[in-house]
């Protein structure tokens, strides 16, 4: 089953988004509405990510080997100035995009499986990660013109 494959890798993404927004908090200080964003939602990513451990150690007898590059790995640094600001922020938002499609897609999941439990994890993520995916398309928007011409 590779159910648990996909909660193993929703967990370690949740993981690495929330260590990248606590990174480009860090980096980019300096611009209090980037800070404090992503500060918050470094601390949404932790909370649903130890929302799924209940449920990857109820499927982990189910464990099946893993493909190459499953992972993805996150930000690290933040660059410079406003550009590395908004490709920072463009790195967040393909994070953030993984993660919440994974989201969903063990959403389907869980509905084929009939699991509740797992149901309304997924059902109490999903609001969350929209307004995050909705924030970093706004940011970067307002950014761009400032920051391109």
Not at 1 to 7: A, G, K, N, P
Not at 21 to 42: I, M, P
Not at 111 to 128: Q, S
């Amino acid at each position: 089953m590779h159910l648990t494959t996909y909660l193993q890798l929703l967990h370690t993404a949740e993981s690495s988004l929330g260590n990248s927004y606590r990174t480009v908090a860090a980096g980019h200080a300096g611009d209090a509405d980037v800070h404090y964003a992503c500060l918050g939602f470094a601390a949404d990513c932790t909370q649903r990510a130890d929302a799924l451990d209940p449920t990857l150690a109820r499927y982990d007898d189910s464990r099946e080997p893993e493909c190459e590059r499953l992972h993805p790995s996150g930000l690290t640094t933040t660059r410079n100035g406003p550009v590395g600001l908004l490709r920072d922020l463009q790195d967040l938002y393909q994070l953030a995009s993984l993660v919440e499609i994974t989201w969903t897609l063990v959403g389907q999941a869980a509905y084929g499986a009939r699991d509740r439990t797992l149901i309304d994890i997924v059902t109490a993520a999903e609001p969350a990660m929209t307004t995050q995916i909705a924030w970093l398309r706004m940011r970067m928007r307002t950014a761009a013109p400032q920051t391109l011409l």
